[in-house]
């Protein structure tokens, strides 16, 4: 009994450090209630367990990660769209341009989040602390890769 006891109180150390963050008044990544749901679905893989604890303790390691394995994948042609050109003109097409989209920087301003990443939402009462925010759709970081040049910056004209 008492080890099946200590197996879950471990299993669930993520949401247990993330509640006590909360009632001290501490900023988390996620709401309590959200890292139990992902520490029941989600702790069972150890790096899941492990991403889930740094979440618990304030950091978010995935929001740096995500962006540099997705431009490693798209960079490899892995992602499923074509590595991006190596000099030389390709075939059937008269030359190269700045994109007009993004001009040319490959990334535009998140519309979720208008470029912030992260943001407090007000208390819900009056004895309440700011919650902090993670945009989901540009992984906090403020930018979105240009879908019309597939972030290289550069088009066929």
Not at 16 to 34: C, D, E, H, I, M
Not at 77 to 92: E, N, V
Not at 105 to 130: E, I, K, V
Request: glycine share 14%; charged share 10%; net charge positive.
């Amino acid at each position: 009994m008492f080890s099946a006891l200590t197996g879950w109180l471990l299993y669930f150390t993520p949401t247990l450090v993330t509640w006590y963050r909360v009632s001290n008044g501490l900023p988390a990544v996620f709401p309590v209630k959200q890292m139990a749901l992902f520490n029941l679905l989600v702790a069972w893989t150890v790096v899941g367990w492990f991403l889930l604890l740094a979440n618990a303790l304030g950091y978010n390691p995935v929001a740096r990660i995500a962006p540099k394995l997705a431009d490693y994948l798209i960079r490899s042609g892995l992602a499923g769209t074509p590595p991006p050109q190596q000099g030389g003109q390709p075939s059937g097409s008269t030359g190269q341009g700045s994109c007009g989209q993004c001009g040319g920087s490959g990334t535009l301003t998140c519309t979720q989040c208008q470029g912030r990443g992260t943001w407090y939402d007000a208390p819900q009462t009056a004895s309440g602390s700011p919650e902090l925010r993670h945009c989901g759709a540009c992984t906090s970081s403020g930018r979105l890769r240009c879908t019309y040049c597939g972030g290289s910056g550069r088009v066929n004209y």
